[in-house]
């Protein structure tokens, strides 16, 4: 069973940076998908970063380019995501997903320029809460 718990969330001053972890287990590497999620109060569950495990392809959304990075260590099962210049904006429970299935490269390579889908990610972290104060 593929189950994805994170940490490194909390409070960080307008500007400042965080970097988010996820340790993956039962995820056989080198995998398919995996990726970060947010959901900001009273809106949609928004995709914000992909990585395809085995190639290393990057998926951002437009909201979060060039300020977010993706990557994945593999001796620990560990997903990452540092969050650079974060805005108020930024503030959301991040989630972490993972997918053991070619279903979810399809979704990436298919999906609109900016845009990561949560659709072909099976297997969810229960979030961890990222604020952001100005």
């Known amino acids: 069973q593929v189950k994805p718990v994170e940490s490194g969330g909390g409070s960080v001053q307008a500007g400042g940076s965080l970097r988010l972890s996820c340790v993956v287990s039962g995820y056989k590497w080198p995998g398919y998908c995996m990726g970060w999620f947010r959901h900001i109060s009273r809106q949609e569950r928004e995709g914000v970063a992909a990585?395809?495990?085995?190639?290393?392809?990057?998926y951002y959304a437009d909201s979060v380019k060039d300020r977010f990075t993706i990557s994945r260590d593999s001796a620990n099962n560990t997903l990452y995501l540092r969050m650079d210049s974060l805005k108020p904006e930024d503030t959301a429970i991040y989630y972490c997903a993972a997918d053991t299935s070619p279903v979810c490269v399809n979704g990436l390579m298919k999906a609109a320029p900016g845009q990561v889908p949560s659709s072909a990610f099976g297997n969810w972290g229960q979030g961890t809460q990222v604020t952001v104060v100005s």
């Open positions: 990585i395809i495990t085995s190639s290393g392809d990057q």
